[in-house]
């Protein structure tokens, strides 16, 4: 079955960076398109960023352009969110997901990981 696991999140200071990555099993990784969302306490999932099958497309929510980038390495069936320029409000627990159901902008993903949190102080 597919798998989808986050990793590298963690406490970091405002102004600073991270580099989320999610590794992918079960499935034909370089076949499907990936998004990250996130979610804060008391709110919704919320999109952040997606790239296309090959890379060649990529996508990002307001709030994070070019501070976010998201990338995928089909050989390591890996897709990475490196952050930067981090702020307070950028705390959440950040999903990966994978086979968007339609639009890569809303949570409608087939596959999801477990989650990796990132906490942003000031």
């Known amino acids: 079955q597919v798998q989808l696991v986050e990793s590298g999140g963690g406490l970091v200071q405002a102004g600073g960076s991270l580099r989320l990555s999610c590794a992918a099993s079960g499935r034909t990784f370089s076949s499907y398109a990936m998004g990250w969302f996130r979610q804060a306490p008391g709110k919704e999932r919320e999109f952040v960023a997606a790239?296309?099958?090959?890379?060649?497309?990529?996508y990002y929510e307001d709030s994070v352009k070019g501070r976010f980038t998201i990338s995928r390495d089909n050989a390591k069936n890996t897709v990475y969110l490196q952050m930067s320029s981090l702020k307070p409000e950028d705390t959440a627990v950040y999903y990966c997901?994978?086979?968007?159901?339609?639009?890569?902008?809303?949570?409608?993903?087939?596959?999801w990981g477990q989650g990796t949190q990132v906490t942003v102080s000031s």
């Open positions: 790239i296309s099958w090959n890379g060649g497309s990529t």
């Open positions: 997901a994978q086979d968007p159901v339609g639009s890569y902008y809303n949570p409608e993903y087939n596959y």
